[in-house]
């Protein structure tokens, strides 16, 4: 998906604030970050990280600094294994006029040496907002691969994918209750962008507001899909 494309895909489904989360990866968030101000898009900087328990992580960053040198040191604990392209496709890093700067030789679909613990030590390290990716699939979810979310676990909310059913996964799992239940598309694909979303009432489109609309304080809430839109 070409920033261009994406941030008119966006405005025609209404999305005012969006996140790209490429796996394992934050060197293209600059360019979709220059494209979405000039389509007047919040853009928050975030990458879906792969434990070495093979969950996967949403974490999102308000600070360009905080989330560069996490993804430096993302990047470092990835296993030196390369990209097969006829395989997998090229991995390309583009600049804000989609011109390719350079395609990444180390596969990122493979998962980081850091464990679930250590990823989110990372995580609030570089005061990132973190929280468990489609925890309503088998596969690569915290819940297929460890059967179970520990009650002690720092995350900030939970992930549920574009078209889970909210009643189902809740029936399925109480203990989710007690979290902010979030809903993405995890477009892969430019059609699916808009697929699912999340409403907040925040004061101004930041990762710190997300935060306290999850926590329902300070007036800020994430919506409730039960609810009636007043």
């Not at 434990?51 to 308000?62: C, K």
């Amino acid at each position: 998906m070409s920033p261009k494309a994406l941030m008119k895909r966006a405005k025609e489904k209404g999305l005012d604030i969006i996140a790209i989360t490429d796996h394992n990866t934050m060197a293209n968030c600059s360019a979709y970050h220059r494209v979405a101000a000039k389509d007047d898009i919040a853009f928050i900087n975030g990458v879906e990280i792969q434990t070495s328990e093979e969950i996967h992580l949403v974490a999102l960053f308000d600070e360009a600094d905080d989330a560069s040198a996490f993804d430096k040191e993302l990047y470092e604990s990835l296993l030196p294994i390369p990209n097969d392209p006829d395989y997998f496709g090229d991995q390309v890093v583009i600049d804000s006029n989609e011109n390719i700067i350079r395609c990444e030789e180390r596969a990122l679909l493979n998962s980081s040496t850091w464990t679930l613990d250590e990823a989110l030590d990372k995580i609030h390290e570089y005061h990132g907002f973190c929280y468990p990716a489609h925890v309503d699939v088998h596969t690569f979810s915290i819940i297929g691969q460890l059967g179970f979310i520990p009650d002690d676990m720092p995350i900030d909310a939970i992930g549920i994918t574009a078209h889970g059913d909210r009643d189902r996964i809740l029936a399925d799992f109480p203990y989710l209750e007690k979290y902010a239940l979030i809903r993405s598309s995890d477009a892969h694909y430019l059609a699916d962008v808009g697929s699912g979303y999340a409403m907040f009432y925040l004061e101004k489109p930041t990762v710190s507001e997300i935060r306290k609309a999850c926590m329902g304080t300070e007036g800020r809430k994430l919506w409730n899909e039960k609810e009636e839109i007043k």
